[in-house]
């Protein structure tokens, strides 16, 4: 019984997949605060040329440099794992396999694009970045990608997380970074949400405002920006999961998943795990793909689709995606990196299609998902994570149901070594269960009334799933 799939070192994918080449209709274009489309010079006060290349490219395949390669192959190929222990709990003839992210120095997906993004502004001859973190998964990526290639890196991190998280900014630390609570007294975006609410618990949008800020207003500027998800780049580079995946599931024979799921937060570990089958999907492979989200901040099952901000007060364009508006905080939830209001343009255009079936769960599920995992699998996961294990546990019992031996692969996104603590309040029952009641969603969609509508536009071939439970 081979548990352990894995690729050697000259099996790694030598180029990303844009998933933006094969959609059917073409994402609507990020705009300006005047309206109109956003052209590539305007981003060029918050990132380098190489990026600004790849986040509007629609090349179906970019070389990934050779010295980048040779960062991530510090731990790539990661490992594709059958699991074995839980489809034997289950009693499913379902067969499960996860690719697991979690071995990454930093505990998740994360570095798999933070190494290219500081390695590329590095080439710029950037001197430091400032992004957000909500988990502070992203941030300690972030910290150790800067400190391999060589950059100065400040962070934004959400404060719930930084209170709930600690161990995360000790990681920063260890790497040389900056850790600084969001919202914070070191912007302007960031005094003007605690005027108003001096216990905010903060959010990526309201982080991402101060990260922007930061950088944009460094007198030097040698300062860029680095966002961890949701744009067209990130989703990008994380596509070398899906791509060694696929070559792993070969390896035992398997032809293509009838079930590809991740949790999704901005969209990232989702896309990367999921977009080369989206690519399958839409060259005829019956594959049913499914992003899973919390009840507590559903943008692709019950947001909207249109254009909104990226972050809280206006920094970032206006992105074409399924939205809560930028005005809305999600509640405390353990899953900081799954707490924001929108997601990424592709993810949401392969919604908009009819290519995926979005899901939310909620989170005492969740938990109980991960606990299971954990007792028969081994790996302890992040409370995002815990998603994706909930709805592969759902599909395999479906599976035995139906007595269907059906081949599911999902997206370990990263370990939950550093998230304990939410463990713990499971156990002790502090946890609940939380539906957004739909007038703080009607609340939070009205703050994106004020922009240009954004037609959801599809060939129509495949029957819409957006906004399916
Ligand atoms: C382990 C893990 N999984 C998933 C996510 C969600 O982000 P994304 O949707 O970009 O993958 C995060 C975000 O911090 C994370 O830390």
Redesign the pocket.
């Known amino acids: 019984m081979q548990s352990v799939i894995r690729l050697e070192h000259h099996e790694l994918p030598r180029q990303w997949y844009n998933l933006a080449a094969d959609l059917p209709t073409a994402p609507l274009p990020p705009l300006g605060p005047d309206g109109s489309p956003v052209n590539p010079a305007q981003l060029a006060a918050i990132f380098p040329m190489s990026i600004i290349e790849q986040e509007v490219s629609s090349e179906r395949y970019i070389d990934i440099p050779e010295e980048v390669l040779a960062l991530l192959a510090r731990w790539r190929p990661s490992p594709l794992h059958r699991a074995y222990g839980l489809e034997a709990a289950l009693g499913t003839p379902a067969r499960i396999y996860y690719k697991n992210?979690?071995v990454s120095p930093a505990?998740?997906?994360?570095p798999n694009s933070a190494i290219p993004q500081a390695w590329y502004n590095k080439q710029a001859g950037i001197k430091r970045l400032t992004t957000e973190?909500?988990?502070?998964?992203?941030g300690s990526a972030l910290a150790l990608a800067s400190a391999l290639v060589g950059l100065e890196c400040k962070v934004y991190m959400v404060k719930s997380s930084y209170e709930q998280k600690p161990y995360r900014k000790h990681m920063m630390g260890v790497w040389g970074a900056t850790c600084i609570p969001s919202p914070s007294d070191t912007t302007k975006a960031g005094r003007e949400v605690l005027a108003k609410d001096p216990d905010s618990p903060g959010s990526l949008g309201i982080a991402i405002s101060e990260a922007v800020e930061a950088c944009v207003t460094d007198p030097t500027g040698q300062t860029r920006y680095a966002l961890?998800?949701?744009l067209n780049h990130?989703m990008l580079h994380?596509t070398i999961i899906g791509l060694e995946a696929r070559k792993q599931l070969a390896k035992v024979g398997e032809s293509h998943p009838d079930l590809v799921i991740?949790?999704?937060?901005?969209?990232?570990?989702?896309?990367?795990l999921a977009f080369p089958f989206v690519r399958d999907k839409i060259n005829g492979a019956q594959i049913e793909i499914i992003p899973v989200e919390p009840t507590s901040c559903p943008s692709l099952t019950r947001g909207k689709f249109l254009y909104d901000l990226g972050d809280m007060t206006g920094m970032t364009p206006l992105l074409p995606m399924h939205s809560l508006g930028h005005e809305f905080v999600p509640p405390r939830l353990h899953?900081?990196?799954?707490r924001?209001h929108g997601m990424?343009p592709l993810v949401s255009q392969a919604a908009v299609e009819g290519l995926l079936s979005p899901k939310a769960l909620p989170q005492l599920e969740c938990f109980e998902a991960a606990v299971q995992f954990a007792r028969t699998e081994g790996i302890i996961?992040?409370?995002?994570?815990s998603h994706a294990v909930a709805q592969v546990i759902r599909e395999a019992k479906q599976a035995k149901e139906e007595g269907k031996e059906k081949v599911i692969l999902f997206?370990l996104?990263?370990?939950?070594m550093l998230d304990l603590g939410g463990y713990a309040s499971y156990f002790a029952g502090e946890l609940e269960d939380y539906e957004m009641p739909a007038s703080i969603l009607a609340q939070g969609l009205a703050s994106a009334d004020k922009f240009p509508k954004a037609e959801a536009r599809s060939s129509g071939r495949w029957p819409a799933k957006a906004g399916a439970r």
């Open positions: 992210e979690s505990g998740s997906h994360k973190t909500g988990a502070g998964q992203w961890g998800s949701v990130v994380q991740a949790c999704v937060g901005g969209g990232s570990n989702f896309a990367g899953a900081g990196g799954l924001y990424s996961v992040a409370p995002e994570t997206g996104s990263g370990h939950g």
